[in-house]
């Protein structure tokens, strides 16, 4: 009714500007106006009538006449207005393998995205022209209409790169002018590297990309064992730890075997919480002898699944006898040193190298490798100490070492990144002077400075994990949160403590000591600079052996676990620095090392030579080239045709700028190439990827259900090229309406008063 009367609809008001088109100036309509008031006026009083009538008639002849002028001025709306043919809008339909999925439903999501472009009111719209695409790791321009089950027609071994694509699309150039694009797709990206400069290139594009979603966020009936953490360096006969992150809709237990080869590894019915869509489980197996173990891990279930290749993880896992080496340094012979080193007897993953001080001018060393090791004391330059992945300080006062070693052993924990743990003792902490060293920086914690403060007491306290150590992995002593709470509550008294010293900034509490309803800290820990800090204000976790059966391994495992957390958060002379321990359908697999001197200095190479070793044993080797904007750090890819394992070492040692050849790799790293299975995990609707899409570049996401709402959408929300346009407003049916229905409603009224 709205653009009956007066000829174009609401929008086109609302984004319109009234001018008025004849060109002559306001001010004549005006003078006009009021012209034709004094001549309506003097006609009037001519006539005999009575006032009320002569008003009523004088009203609705000004009503005609200012009805006319207004016509004569020529009102006109200015706008601006896409031109049929100038504008184009680009459909990128997902053609991808998870596209295949129905969600339940007889349709599949391509087949869904498909009839909407087979839409012919969307499509042959009059201000757009369609450019269709097919989205796949390649774009590829698409025909319509589509043939009914365009599914089964389409490649499904190929994987999804929106992100690829829809920059190309963007940044081409054609004889149209891009209006919008539209995305129709399960918002599934397995191909494409989406850095913050990509962000930045659609968004500077200024065409808007409105996306609709196909799918369900939550696939029914599924389960998948999404992905598997864990170290993928063990030593021989040892507990590898793993956490399995298992997504499951509709599912309330599962089988989980852990293999290599025909070799059971473990097995384990876990229990699915059914009002939560995933869950994360920790569990433990043994290593087994040594060598390179293919280990997969799967999930069974007696349910119907139509996907059951997302229920399984390939991992490598190298088991060699390759502890890494803790520096223990003790100044007096102590039950706590011993009872350490028991814990860590069979345990391959940690190697103590020990230097007791036995008398005041005698050390005796344990665990070295040769005659000259820790043959003068405590080591003097930082190359020897940076050798050692963790330094663990007992009742030694802090004067037994110079200023130079105080200054490296800090050094260690900054620069090296290496993990410093300090002991309580009666010549340890702030009584052993530490708090005044040049070491005290490095610590979580400020010793007293105080000269033979005599803090170490012989008092017995409980401890317990505060509510942040309850939350820390290796601070467990069970697998079930009930149990570990259980095992700590039951854990034997200690017999000394010693204050810890006023908590710095940023430190976390991990253990505290309680003593008649009195809680202090007991262990605490901070980073500092690339390494990692701790002080431990007890000397008798002993007690806890002693005070429990023999059978009991609650310390051992106590320092299992954390002298292996210690020596593996430790900053290693050389790393690969990739994230993924398994690449889906790809033939390249970028290799980032990062490599440092003696001193953990970056090393200032131009290039690094690695070796790679592909599924079927052949060797080659891999250039990387220095990356010029991170010292230390070198890039580069290397080819992966074949399906199974591939691993790059080094068998050099790095040594400043020197690399002397070794007999054993420095650095052994492996990988797992899979195809054709990145589209099979986490195959649901990735709804947050396509709103932000939306967001960055000014459109609008629909769902599939409301895909009806798109050509609106796109009518009010594009960059097309417009050209102003001026819409005449004289001719509106209100105007004629109005002036007949003003002359007409005289006439009557004339002739009923009888004074035509």
Sequence with gaps: MFEFFLNYPVSTWRHADFIWASGWPLVGLVLCFFLAILVIAFTLFRQQLSAPK????????????????VMLWQPSLRIELMQAGENTVAYLLDTSKSMLVTDGNEQSRLDHAASLLNDDDLIDNNLFDAAVYSVAEDLSPLSLPFNEGLASNTNSDQRSAIGTSLQTVLESVNDQALAAVVVLSDGADNASALSSEWWQTIKAAGVPVHTIGFGSTVVNDDIELSDVIMDGQAG???????TLRIVHHGHNNVRLRVEAGDELLHAENLELDSTQNESVHAIRFNSGEAGVRDIRFSLQSNDTETNTVNNSQQRILNVADNPKRILYVEGEPRWEYKFIRRALHSFGD?????????SPNKFYRQGVESAEELVDGFPKTKEALFRYSAVIIGSLEAAELSTEQQANL???????????????????????????????????????????????????????????????????????????????????????????????????????TKNRSRATPLLIWHRYGQGQSYILGTSGTWRWQMGLPSENQWHEVFWQQFLSHLSAGSLPQLSVDNAEAVYRDTDEIPIVVTARSDEFEPLDNGELVVNVTTPSGKQVQTTL????????????????????????????????????????????????????????????????????????????????????????????????????????????????????????????????????
């Excluded at 009503?63 to 002028?69: R, Y």
């Excluded at 940690?350 to 036995?358: G, K, W, Y």
């Excluded at 050094?411 to 005290?440: C, I, N, P, Y």
């Design 54 to 69: 002569r008003m009523v008639l004088g009203f609705l002849q000004l009503v005609a006449v200012t009805t006319g002028l």
């Design 236 to 242: 021989e006969n040892a507990l590898v730890s793993a």
């Design 350 to 358: 940690v190697e103590i190298v020990s230097l007791l001080r036995t």
């Design 410 to 512: 800090r050094d260690f924990v900054s620069e090296r990144g290496g993990s410093l743990l300090m002991l309580a003792g009666r010549q340890g902490l702030g009584d052993g002077g530490w708090g005044r060293s040049a070491v005290a920086a490095a610590l979580p914690a400020t010793l007293t400075s105080k000269t033979n403060a005599n803090d170490y007491a012989r008092i017995r306290v409980t401890a317990q994990p505060t509510t942040q150590g309850l939350r820390t992995p290796w601070l467990r002593l069970a697998e079930n949160d009930e149990e570990n709470l259980l095992a700590w509550s039951q854990l034997p008294e200690l017999n000394d403590v010693q204050p810890v010293g006023e908590v710095k900034p940023g430190s976390t509490i991990l253990l505290a």
């Design 625 to 756: 080239n220095a990356d010029i904007d991170e010292p230390g750090r070198f890039v580069g890819s290397m080819e992966a045709v074949e399906d199974g394992p591939y691993s790059i070492s080094m068998t050099q040692a790095v040594a400043g700028e020197a690399q002397v050849p070794t007999t054993e790799p420095a650095l052994q790293r492996w990988w797992i190439k899979e195809s054709g299975t990145a589209e099979l995990f986490d195959t649901g609707l990735h709804r947050e990827f396509l709103q932000r899409i939306s967001s960055a570049t000014g459109g609008q996401y629909l769902d599939a259900a409301d895909k009806d709402q798109l050509a609106t959408v796109l009518s009010t929300q594009n960059a097309g090229l417009t050209r102003e346009e001026l819409l005449p407003l004289w001719n509106m049916p209100l105007l004629f309406l109005l002036m007949l229905l003003a002359k007409g409603l005289e006439w009557l009224l004339r002739l009923k008063w009888k004074r035509l």
